[in-house]
């Protein structure tokens, strides 16, 4: 074996081993309340900061504790951060959920499932529609809600796809978590289904003109019908109209809209909502 052979293998190894050394070194995870992880080594720890540096860098990084929602430490403890700007908790899953600060007496709009129970087809379309409706409808009687302020609609969607949590899955993610997430202490929770239907009407129109024959005795007409065919289309809805203070559900109700029409869902919307706990007549 030449010379350079000999460097060229010794060169393999000590890459190898520097390798192997930094792969199995096992490292510190920072979940952030905003769900970035960073994988790091963390050196130093306050009630305010935390400093940390990156692999293969020894230049040491604070980060302060009202971004953090939990440590997994790689001794594999793990530990949660509770601080006034937030909280951060888990679920029954071990996910992590982070929390928004809490605003008392505000209602959040959720997003409305609007599902054809025919074919259990949601749109989303009709999701964000329904929930910008529900919304408006609060705005506008604002003065009855009173002393209930609307959550912005932007900062509740912005707060939910933060938390991965859209009009798919908002059915199944527990009432507390969401109060949470959207540092809100009332929700309301709606849901649209419906089956359409097609029908047939028929109208028939009768003209005729009278004869009168010479000894004025008899009379003859001579009539003449014409029958016209519609297709019409009906939408056969079911609203469903959840209201919720503190964890607690203070209002639910259903409600079958009177008209088979295409926008009859928003009366039942309107409706309820003015049958529920939080209005106020004035």
Known sequence: MNFTKVITVIVLLFVSVFTFAQGGKKLDKIIKRDYQIIECTIAKMSDKTVEYSLPGETMQIALDVSQIARIDFASGRSQ???VSAGTATS?????VIAAAEMKPNTIAVLPVPYVNSGTMESSEEMAKFAQ???YNKLLDKSANLFPLTVQDLRVTNSLL?????????IDETPI???QKILGVDNVIAAKVSFTITEGSTAS???SGNAKVSDNNKKVKTSDISTTTA???TYYNYMVYFDMYKNGTKIYSQTRKPFLNIKDSWMDSITYLLKRSPIYVKK
């Open 176 to 178: 507390e978590d969401l």
């Open 204 to 206: 028939t129109y009768n």
């Open 132 to 134: 910008n409706d529900l």
């Open 161 to 169: 796809h933060k938390a991965g949590i859209d009009y798919k899955n």
């Open 91 to 95: 679920d029954n899953t071990g996910q």
């Open 230 to 232: 519609s297709n019409q």
């Open 80 to 82: 949660t951060f509770d």
